[in-house]
């Protein structure tokens, strides 16, 4: 039910498109040949499958059959895991998180936990990076 008001609401918009260029000799021409050309097909005088380069288009070929060949997204053989990019923007978004919440717990020494904890981590990952490989494995 609607109530009677002194402001009047906007009606839906209505799509109405119109052609920009509508050429009716040209129309007519259209319809012409492609009846023309079903008769012929139809009495066998023109081959279904002779196109022309016209009816292909320019650029038809090259674009036939490619998501076809498409295999998907490759997946990486022997790469680190703490390399991708989203492993990194996970760590990063862990070390803010952990900054703001543990300044609002135990306030501004959490800083200096955090730098010790970034020093340990970081010992650890240089300490078997510059570690020699074993030559038997």
């Known amino acids: ?12 918009m209505r799509f109405d498109i119109k052609p920009r260029y ?16 079903r008769d012929l097909e139809a009495q066998g005088l023109l081959d279904k499958d002779e196109l022309t380069s016209r009816e292909i288009g320019s650029y038809g070929a ?10 998907g997204i490759k997946e990486r053989d022997g790469v680190n895991m703490f390399a991708s990019t989203a492993m990194i923007r996970t760590f990063i ?7 703001i919440f543990g300044y609002v717990y135990l306030g501004p020494v959490i800083f200096e936990y955090m730098a010790y904890a970034v020093a340990l981590v970081a010992a650890i990952y240089f300490f078997f990076r510059l ?6 494995e």
């Open 1 to 12: 039910m609607k109530f009677p008001s002194v402001f009047r609401t906007a009606a839906p």
């Open 93 to 99: 978004f862990l070390l803010l998180l952990g900054s």
């Open 131 to 136: 570690k020699p490989k074993k030559k038997y």
């Open 22 to 37: 509508y050429d009716p000799v040209r129309e007519e021409i259209e319809q012409r040949t492609s009846q023309i050309k």
């Open 62 to 71: 090259g674009i036939r059959g490619s998501f076809a060949q498409h295999k």
